[in-house]
C-alpha cells in the first residue's frame, strides 16, 4: 500500500523559513518523480515543485523560484521542501505526491501558515 506522510508545517512569521518532509512507503521511492502542491483556502491545487528520480531535474513555479528548494534522499525515502523567506501568500495545505505533475497519489497534507 502506497503511504505518503508529510510533516513540519506550521505556524511562521513572514521572512521565516520551514523544511518540509515527506515519508514515502508502499513504492519503489527511487524509481519515481515526486512533487509538492498545495492549495490554499478557496484556491485551486498548485504545484510548487518537482524533482525526478535520481534527483536531476527540478522544478518550480515561478512565485517560489529562489526561496525554496525541493530534495530527496532515496536511501531513506523521504522528499523535502525548504522553504525560506516565506510570505503569507505562502500559506497553504502542502501536499506531496507521486509523479513529475504531482497527478498520482498524494499525502494527507501538512499546514503551513505564514502570518505575524
Known amino acids: 500500500e502506497v503511504q505518503l506522510v508529510e510533516s513540519g508545517g506550521g505556524l511562521v512569521q513572514p521572512g521565516g523559513s520551514l523544511r518540509l518532509s515527506c515519508a514515502a512507503s508502499?513504492?519503489?521511492?527511487?524509481?519515481?518523480?515526486m512533487t509538492w502542491v498545495r492549495q490554499a483556502p478557496g484556491k485551486r491545487l498548485e504545484r510548487v515543485s518537482s524533482?525526478?528520480?535520481?534527483?536531476?531535474?527540478?522544478y518550480y513555479t515561478d512565485s517560489v523560484k529562489g526561496r525554496f528548494t525541493i530534495s530527496r534522499d532515496d536511501a531513506k525515502n523521504m522528499l523535502y521542501l525548504d522553504m525560506r523567506s516565506l510570505k503569507t501568500e505562502d500559506t497553504a495545505m502542502y501536499y506531496c505526491?507521486?509523479?513529475?505533475w504531482g497527478q498520482g497519489q498524494r499525502g494527507q497534507g501538512t499546514q503551513v501558515t505564514v502570518s505575524s
Open positions: 505526491a507521486m509523479e513529475w
Open positions: 508502499g513504492f519503489t521511492f527511487s524509481a519515481y518523480s
Open positions: 524533482i525526478n528520480s535520481g534527483g536531476s531535474d527540478l
